[in-house]
């Protein structure tokens, strides 16, 4: 290994250092709690060379947000790659989602707090954009399947119900139950419910409403859930099960 490609993984490690300490930071001490001084200070790194890869606090929150959503486009990737109808490959979308917030309660939760504090609006411009083409990427993956079955005559969407409408009320629902599932005072009142289940099964209830075929009642969309979990997220299912969760 050359000097040059030795310093670039130095430099690489370092920056994914200083990223998870600060997501980490972001969640036990919160927004006003996080500094740059502190995450020296932990990383026992000098202040200038966490400024080396950070411009400012809120680049690096940016950047810590550009981070994660880059793990969430990889399972959402991989899990529109599922082998089924449209209905089905959505579903295992839903999935990969339910995946991601399970194993990574911590990466949510910053992620929660960086979407409220509006940072990505004070990052630099670059840093800007790369989150944006991430948020592209990860709405044309729900939107490419929502375009397939209305190709396909499996969906017929109203005139004034677009793909892009129908994404944001699964990505609510979805967000929505995960929050409602990590707050525990909210957690104790539906404690009887299996939340993973019950989301999914809301998701199906939507869909069928749009009449979406094959409606629920014609298709067991839980046996697709576990061909999902065998066949694209194996490894990640049984991390799962041995934190004690399903997805």
């Excluded at 490690?13 to 932990?42: F, K, P």
């Excluded at 911590?106 to 944006?132: C, H, M, T, Y």
């Excluded at 525990?184 to 075929?213: I, M």
Aim: hydrophobic residues 40%.
């Amino acid at each position: 290994m050359g000097t040059s490609e030795r310093k670039g993984r130095e430099r690489a490690e370092r920056e994914q250092r200083i990223l998870d300490v600060g997501r980490r930071m972001l969640v036990t001490q919160g927004y006003h709690g996080l500094s740059m001084d502190r995450i020296a200070g932990e990383i026992e790194y000098s202040k200038g060379i966490v400024y080396q890869h950070f411009s400012s606090k809120d680049d690096l929150l940016c950047a810590i947000s550009v981070d994660l959503l880059k793990e969430a486009v990889s399972f959402f990737r991989r899990a529109s790659h599922f082998s089924g109808q449209a209905r089905e490959r959505l579903t295992a979308v839903a999935v990969a989602a339910q995946l991601l917030f399970r194993l990574n309660p911590d990466g949510f939760q910053a992620q929660l707090i960086l979407w409220v504090n509006s940072i990505a609006e004070k990052a630099p411009e670059e840093r800007q954009a790369s989150l944006g083409q991430l948020h592209a990427e990860a709405t044309e993956i729900f939107m490419g399947i929502v375009r397939d079955a209305v190709q396909r005559k499996d969906l017929v969407l109203p005139a004034d119900l677009g793909p892009l409408t129908l994404v944001h009320g699964m990505w609510a629902m979805l967000v929505g139950a995960e929050l409602l599932a990590q707050t525990r005072k909210t957690a104790a009142s539906f404690e009887s419910l299996d939340f993973g289940a019950v989301t999914r099964r809301n998701l199906q209830v939507f869909w069928d409403g749009l009449g979406w075929k094959p409606l629920s009642t014609k298709w067991d969309y839980e046996e697709t859930v576990r061909r999902v979990l065998d066949e694209q997220f194996a490894e990640e299912h049984e991390k799962l099960l041995k934190m004690g969760q399903t997805p």
